[in-house]
């Protein structure tokens, strides 16, 4: 089991960056596959980007592609998410999520079995 705490929202600019950061728990970090996810109000929750375990492979949904970067640093079990360009369409609540694997469709949130709180991020016109 593994838990998740994101931090790093905030208010920002159209076109300014924010880099949000997500600590998880236990010595086995490395063994998991680790996404973003993001929410805005009256929407779903929709995939932004996600990483493989040694953090070789990264994937990006095309509204974020060329403007967000993920990493991970399995020596201090975090996982981060820089943003840059940033729009007032990325404003939402992001979360951190976590799986084992992603046989499950890396994409898709029912395939992570664990959650973080969530951060909001804000980004004014």
């Known amino acids: 089991q593994v838990q998740l705490v994101e931090s790093g929202g905030g208010l920002v600019q159209a076109g300014g960056s924010l880099r949000l950061s997500c600590a998880a728990s236990?010595?086995?970090?490395?063994?998991?596959?680790m996404g973003w996810f993001r929410q805005a109000p009256g929407k779903e929750r929709e995939f932004a980007a996600a990483?493989?375990?040694?953090?070789?492979?990264?994937y990006y949904a095309d509204s974020v592609k060329g403007r967000f970067v993920i990493s991970r640093d399995n020596a201090k079990n975090t996982v981060s998410l820089q943003m840059n360009s940033l729009k007032p369409e990325d404003t939402a609540v992001y979360y951190c999520?976590?799986?084992?694997?992603?046989?499950?469709?890396?994409?898709?949130?029912?395939?992570?079995?664990?959650w973080g709180q969530g951060t909001q991020v804000t980004v004014s016109s």
């Open positions: 990483i493989s375990w040694s953090g070789v492979s990264t």
């Open positions: 236990g010595r086995t970090f490395s063994r998991y596959f």
């Open positions: 999520a976590a799986d084992r694997t992603s046989a499950g469709g890396y994409y898709q949130a029912h395939a992570y079995a664990y």
